[in-house]
Nanobody, 118 residues
Framework: VQLQASGGGLVQPGGFLTLSCLLSGDISNINVMSWYRQAPGKQRVQVAVITTGGITNYAESAKGRFTISRDDAMNTVYLQMNSLEPDDTAVYYC?????????????WGQGTQVTVSS
């Protein structure tokens, strides 16, 4: 099973980006899906999480600006980011609990760089 994140890039303050993370491989089920980010010199932190029932939770820094969603038919999780600020600059990683070959795995994507700068 692989997680492939995409959608990062350079954006001006106040701009927006939508990140996508596609899960592929021998997948029987996907439970919780999350987005994390890691800024230079800082620890990786969770930004948003979504359950199978669609319940979401956000870091304080993301509330009101970011929206996490999932398409289970497409095995994809999204992160819509609006009103981006320079402090949002980081590598963004997707994470998911995946059932494959009768075992649950916690898996990470490779990360996508988001840079907010004028």
């Amino acid at each position: 099973v692989q997680l492939q994140a995409s959608g990062g890039g350079l954006v001006q303050p106040g701009g927006f980006l939508t990140l996508s993370c596609l899960l592929s491989g021998d997948i029987s089920n996907i439970n919780v899906m999350s987005w994390y980010r890691q800024a230079p010199g800082k620890q990786r932190v969770q930004v948003a999480v979504i359950t199978t029932g669609g319940i979401t939770n956000y870091a304080e820094s993301a509330k009101g600006r970011f929206t996490i969603s999932r398409d289970d038919a497409m095995n994809t999780v999204y992160l819509q980011m609006n009103s981006l600020e320079p402090d949002d600059t980081a590598v963004y990683y997707c994470n998911a609990d995946v059932l494959s070959d009768y075992k649950w795995y916690n898996l990470w994507g490779q990360g996508t760089q988001v840079t907010v700068s004028s």
